[in-house]
């Protein structure tokens, strides 16, 4: 997304955010390292925008902008794993219009920057009798990312309206660009959570001596067909994708959000098959 988003931006407004981006992303290459992607602000009362928020901070915001850098205030909630990764990389999550100025920032931090302060609730985490993998060991953790007056050097930053208002729109651009990928990972995601449910629910069928009863099947097959079509979404969605001017490949946005709004919608229904059948 900020691959996308700072190369029209720079193309537009003449500005050097691609370039940044860049070198962050050989940075990044080079070190091997692992993000934590910060979009999802506190929000507030949801019928007022950023700046008409009774308290300005409910959204993450630049309260200054100096030669060498900004400085930050607010806060990102519900971010996953947080504290397990190397960078966070701070996005808008919607639409800011010309008096939303401050609000429109992206940057990228370690996740140790002074300022950046984790508040995360403890991990359930089951260790693997079967298999090596480093996440169970520890879990999966949500993180209030709280960020106190916090310095962003001018290399790490990707927008800022407060500086150049005319960046502002692009806050949108960059908000609506994560969310088409975030998407379209779900449609590779999603299908693997549905095929545990599929195989919970197949194991207690046959502990309770239905797994052959026509109904049961029915709802096997439910699952299994909902996870398939959530995935030939995304195969599709990235067979049709289109290369944007700075070279990334974008995947088709309507087939990315049928495999999405399908995997969201058919998830209630997935938990009561298994509840069912458990009898």
Not at 43 to 70: A, C, F, N, S, W
Not at 190 to 204: D, M, N, R
Not at 246 to 254: F, H, K, N, Y
Request: proline share 5%; aromatic share 10%.
């Amino acid at each position: 997304a900020l691959s996308v988003i700072t190369y029209e931006l720079d193309q537009a407004l003449g500005t050097d955010h691609y370039e940044r981006f860049k070198k962050y992303l050989e940075y990044f290459q080079e070190n091997d390292l692992v993000a934590s992607a910060a979009q999802t602000d506190a929000k507030g009362d949801r019928l007022k925008r950023p700046h008409e928020q009774e308290d300005p901070d409910q959204y993450l915001r630049v309260i200054e902008t100096r030669d060498d850098g900004i400085v930050v205030r607010g806060c990102k909630v519900s971010i996953t794993n947080t504290p397990y990764a190397d960078e966070l990389i701070v996005l808008p999550c919607r639409y800011m219009g010309p008096e939303d100025k401050d609000y429109a920032v992206s940057f990228a931090l370690p996740t140790d920057w002074d300022g950046v302060k984790l508040l995360t609730r403890p991990a359930s985490f089951r260790k693997s009798k079967h298999m090596e993998f480093p996440a169970g060991n520890f879990g999966d953790a949500e993180t209030f990312i709280i960020f106190d007056d916090v310095f962003v050097p001018n290399d790490r930053i990707f927008l800022n309206g407060n500086g150049d208002p005319r960046q502002t729109a692009y806050a949108g651009f960059l908000a609506l660009m994560f969310a088409h990928y975030h998407r379209h990972s779900y449609t590779g995601c999603k299908p693997a959570i549905t095929e545990v449910i599929a195989s919970a629910a197949a194991l207690v069928a046959e502990y309770n001596g239905i797994e052959k009863t026509s109904h049961v099947q029915d709802k096997l097959s439910h699952l299994i067909g909902t996870a398939e079509l959530v995935f030939a979404a995304g195969e599709s969605s990235a067979k049709h994708s289109e290369k944007a001017p700075s070279g990334t490949q974008v995947p088709d946005e309507i087939l990315t959000n049928a495999g999405r709004r399908l995997a969201g919608e058919m998830i209630y229904d997935e938990y009561k098959i298994l509840a069912d059948l458990s009898g």
